[in-house]
Nanobody
Framework: QVQLVESGGGWVQPGGSLRLSCVTS????????MYWVRQAPGKELEWVSA????????YYSDSTKGRFTISRDNAKSTLYLQMNDLKFGDTAVYYC?????????????????????????WGQGTQVTVSF
């Protein structure tokens, strides 16, 4: 019954911006930390950002910190990712996810080996392409 529907991707020039959305259903959205994960062609899944249940704590990968902003609207069961100053390396399919458990504290997130491979509620993702 879980459904995660990503949208908002597209083509942008380097330095441009996009705002991604993830509309969810089938679970109690406000009861879960939410995450953005991306996959570039030929590469493994890469964690991008995380947000706690009420949106007061946010976390970012080293490559996205300072450029991306994660947020959520619990009334709409929707997750967002504002992406600014996009770079070539940001080109990927972006997914949202809601794995149970706690993996972030202080200033960093840490995931066990094979963690994202065991997640089984992926949506269709949304393609982000950064190029001239």
């Amino acid at each position: 019954q879980v459904q995660l529907v990503e949208s908002g991707g597209g083509w942008v020039q380097p330095g441009g911006s996009l705002r991604l959305s993830c509309v969810t259903s089938g679970f109690t959205f406000s009861g879960y930390w939410m995450y953005w994960v991306r996959q570039a062609p030929g590469k493994e899944l890469e964690w991008v950002s995380a947000i706690d249940r009420d949106g007061t704590h946010t976390y970012y990968s080293d490559s996205t910190k300072g450029r991306f902003t994660i947020s959520r609207d619990n009334a709409k069961s929707t997750l967002y990712l504002q992406m600014n100053d996009l770079k070539f390396g940001d080109t990927a399919v972006y997914y949202c996810a809601h794995p149970p458990g706690l993996y972030c504290s202080g200033a960093r997130c840490s995931f066990p080996a094979g963690f994202w491979g065991r997640y089984n509620s992926w949506g269709q993702g949304t393609q982000v392409t950064v190029s001239f």
